[in-house]
């Protein structure tokens, strides 16, 4: 049988390459056709054929109080009537960028942008520029955006240059993103060493959800911290899956630990396309054209979009309490799928922080990206495709973070459940 998402599949085929305009949309790690979302509110998606499903993806992250909020769309609605677009100032970016700053303490001044790919372009180019140094360090595993910067795997050695990580990346680029493990700070410090006087900036994030989800050890931030004052390179942390999402400040919230320099992206535009960089005014005055740092966006600071981000801030400032509501959704998960993987005897490792979770097919503690990969990915593809068919819409990949929102309850929480015992038997079999 046909359904609507397979033909429109074959279709996007046909002139989108891939059929998606995101790589991880296109189901191929988990196998399957993709499903086509008709409509979202509250804890469902519904797909273009009328099945609903429990939404565990969130936009990869945005909708924190569940799919389209009467406060947010409602704002949009209102912001919809006054026009789309200026290219001149409007009042929103002001109060929205007052907003982030009262958020987040580190952060002093802030530029708004389209996307988290273009908040570390710019955060990284910043950082050169302040410090008068061309490399930067990151972390294998992290994801920072699309920006060729980021997209370099790991030498094989602390003296060994890293590669393009995709085909268009120039080796020059290369040349100038060193990696290092996380959760491993003597690689870090090997790094700085070999590289005396040259490494601009560090860039991570702090909690790690672009490799299915991992949590820094104790320490390992504020040694991290330590190793960029001693080598006068800047800290940056990329919270543009983790900033709003696990405090009302990010990462920073729960630890104290000021970066010299933020990015975000994701929750911030409230389900619209919005990113921002910011952090302490000395070194943000660098930026255009206050300084000389060029970065610039026609459609950057978008009525529509801040509105949104605005939106979804207040609504975050207005219920504080939401935080300690997710953290005990994600623990009450995070115990029944641990219990269902011992009574089952199945090897899998739950990693849980706040509302973001993941489960991984292996029987080792998930610390780094060389423990995520021994995650068997054939395993994941089954789970996936049964939690599916019980209706409930999974990131498709192993090494994604489940995304919760302040939209399930107590029910949602048991289909979950149901359903993710129903799954992991199928994996028994497979
Ligand atoms: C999603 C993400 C990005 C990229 O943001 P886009 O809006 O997809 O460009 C960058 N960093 C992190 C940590 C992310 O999760």
Redesign the pocket.
């Known amino acids: 049988m046909g359904s609507l998402s397979a033909s429109y599949f074959e279709r996007a085929q046909e002139v989108i390459p891939g059929g998606v305009n995101?790589p991880v949309r296109a189901f191929k790690s988990v196998g399957g056709s993709p499903l086509f979302i008709q409509s979202a509110k509250g804890a469902y998606l519904k797909d273009v054929d009328g099945k609903e499903y429990i939404d565990l993806i969130g936009s990869?992250?945005p909708m924190l109080f569940g799919q389209a909020h009467p406060s947010i769309e409602n704002a949009v609605r209102e912001a919809l009537s006054n026009g789309f677009s200026f290219g001149a100032p409007s009042y929103n970016e002001v109060l929205i960028a007052e907003k982030i700053v009262s958020m987040i303490p580190s952060i002093e001044k802030v530029r708004l942008v389209?996307?988290?790919?273009?908040?570390?372009m710019a955060a990284i180019r910043l950082a050169r520029a302040y410090t008068n140094r061309d490399k930067i360090i990151k972390f294998e595993g992290?994801?920072?955006?699309?920006g060729d910067s980021?997209l370099i795997a790991a030498g094989s050695g602390v003296a060994t240059l890293g590669t393009p990580d995709s085909p268009g990346v120039t080796v020059s680029t290369a040349k100038d993103t060193l990696t290092a493990i996380y959760n491993d700070l003597a690689s870090l410090e090997l790094l700085f060493k070999a590289n005396p006087n040259s490494i601009s900036a560090v860039i991570l994030?702090p909690v790690?959800?672009?490799m299915g989800l991992v949590i820094p050890e104790p320490g390992f931030i504020e040694g991290i911290q330590q190793l960029c004052q001693t080598h006068g390179s800047l800290l940056i942390f990329?919270?543009?899956?983790?900033g709003f999402r696990l405090s009302s400040s990010g990462y920073q919230g729960l630890t104290q630990i000021q970066p010299d320099l933020t990015?975000l992206?994701?929750i911030i535009g409230g389900g619209l396309?919005v990113?921002a960089y910011g952090g302490k005014a000395e070194i943000m005055n660098m930026i255009a054209p206050a300084g000389p740092v060029y970065q610039a966006g026609t459609l950057s600071g978008n009525p529509l979009a801040t509105t949104a981000g605005l939106a979804m801030l207040n609504l975050i400032t207005n219920h504080p309490e939401v935080y300690q509501a997710l953290n005990q959704k994600g623990e009450f998960l995070a115990e029944g799928i641990r219990q269902q993987l011992k009574d089952l005897q199945i090897d899998g490792f739950v990693n849980q922080i706040g509302s973001m979770f993941t489960l991984f097919f292996t029987n080792i503690a998930v610390k780094n990206f060389s423990d995520a990969k021994t995650s068997d990915t054939a395993k994941f593809g089954v789970y996936f495709r049964e939690m599916l068919n019980q209706g409930v819409y999974l990131p498709p990949s192993q090494f994604e973070s489940w995304f919760l929102s302040a939209a399930l309850d107590q029910s949602h929480l048991d289909h979950i459940l149901k359903a993710s015992r129903i799954a992991l038997e199928k994996t028994l079999g497979a």
């Open positions: 995101s990869w992250g389209n996307s988290g790919t273009e908040a570390t992290c994801y920072h955006g699309h980021f994030e790690v959800g672009n990329d919270e543009v899956m983790t990015t992206g994701k396309p990113g």
